[in-house]
């Protein structure tokens, strides 16, 4: 038997889903604007960045960042034809992969994160009291260990 959704519930299905949709195309509009580039352009700098010596296995990073390898692999492609990115190879494995992230892509990061930030900060947190921002953390974790269970959030 279908489960369908009571009114109250499709609201609410509508509203994630839209307020969802035009936060990220908000902030990847911002980001093509301000930084020139993606928003999963700048979320593998921002993950190669956290990582000790700057790099990560390719499989780890597509991992990481939710993506396919093979859409991965074009995205760091891209990002090597900029010189913000680079592969080496795995030296614990021959066929495996590293992206590094060089030093020109770091300083590409710097200079994108600030503005980046106020975006979230004035399209996400701005628009939320403090409680309410404690409650989006909780739905999101709890979301998460369904769907993603064990997964690192950081």
Same mark, same amino acid.
């Given at each position: 038997?279908?489960? *369908?959704? $009571?009114?109250e ?7 994630f =889903?839209? !307020?969802? #949709?035009a936060l990220?195309?908000?902030? /990847?509009?911002?980001? %093509? ?13 921002? @993950?190669?960045?956290?990582?000790? $010596?700057?790099? =990560?296995?390719?499989?780890?990073? !597509?991992?990481?960042t939710?993506s396919s390898? &093979?859409?991965? &692999? +074009? ?8 010189? *913000? ?7 614990t494995? #021959? @066929?495996? %992969?590293? !992206?590094?992230l060089?030093?020109?892509g770091?300083?590409v990061?710097?200079?994108? !994160?600030?503005?980046?930030v106020?975006?979230? @900060?004035? +399209?996400?947190?701005? %628009? ?8 989006? @953390?909780?739905? &999101?974790?709890?979301?998460? /260990?369904?769907?993603?269970p ?5």
């Amino acid at each position: 038997m279908t489960r *369908w959704l $009571n009114e109250e519930e499709q609201r609410t299905w509508r509203a994630f =889903l839209h !307020a969802s #949709r035009a936060l990220w195309d908000t902030l /990847d509009r911002e980001l %093509q604007r301000d930084a020139g580039m993606p928003h999963a352009y700048y979320e593998i700098l921002v @993950r190669l960045s956290e990582t000790p $010596n700057r790099m =990560l296995r390719m499989s780890d990073l !597509a991992e990481a960042t939710s993506s396919s390898r &093979s859409r991965l &692999s +074009h995205a760091v492609s891209r990002l090597e034809e900029y010189g *913000w990115v680079r592969r080496e190879d795995c030296p614990t494995d #021959r @066929r495996g %992969q590293l !992206a590094v992230l060089t030093d020109a892509g770091f300083a590409v990061l710097e200079s994108a !994160a600030p503005g980046h930030v106020e975006g979230v @900060r004035t +399209h996400l947190f701005d %628009q939320l009291t403090p409680e309410q921002v404690t409650h989006l @953390r909780e739905i &999101s974790e709890a979301m998460l /260990d369904h769907l993603d269970p064990g997964r690192p959030l950081y």
